[in-house]
């Protein structure tokens, strides 16, 4: 069993940054893939980004690229996303979710276990 907990949303201006953490317990953190992903009002749950078990490998969706960094510290168990120049489409529920592969992946079957998620509202 694995327990994922995210937090750090709220609301932020356009422009404006902050940084989610996902804390895990219950199983091996290091060994798998971590990935975030975000479900916007009236919307599909989307892919955001990935980081593989050692951090060395990431990966973004495109409207996120260049904005939004991942990491992870595994001595910590938690995973990190920095989001900086929040726009309003960015307004969703924000999910840290743990797969069962060890290198990146967006592929939101492959990802076995799920936090609650995390509200991020930006304004514009």
């Known amino acids: 069993q694995v327990q994922l907990v995210e937090s750090g949303g709220g609301l932020v201006q356009a422009g404006g940054s902050l940084r989610l953490s996902c804390a895990a317990s219950?199983?091996?953190?290091?060994?798998?893939?971590m990935g975030w992903f975000r479900q916007g009002p009236g919307k599909e749950r989307e892919f955001v980004a990935t980081?593989?078990?050692?951090?060395?490998?990431?990966y973004y969706a495109d409207f996120v690229k260049g904005r939004f960094t991942i990491s992870r510290d595994n001595a910590k168990n938690t995973m990190y996303l920095q989001m900086n120049n929040l726009k309003p489409e960015d307004t969703a529920v924000y999910y840290c979710?743990?797969?069962?592969?060890?290198?990146?992946?967006?592929?939101?079957?492959?990802?076995?276990?799920w936090g609650q998620g995390t509200q991020v509202t930006v304004s514009s």
């Open positions: 219950g199983r091996t953190f290091s060994v798998y893939t």
């Open positions: 979710a743990s797969s069962r592969v060890t290198e990146t992946t967006y592929n939101e079957k492959l990802y076995a276990y």
């Open positions: 980081i593989s078990w050692s951090g060395g490998r990431t």
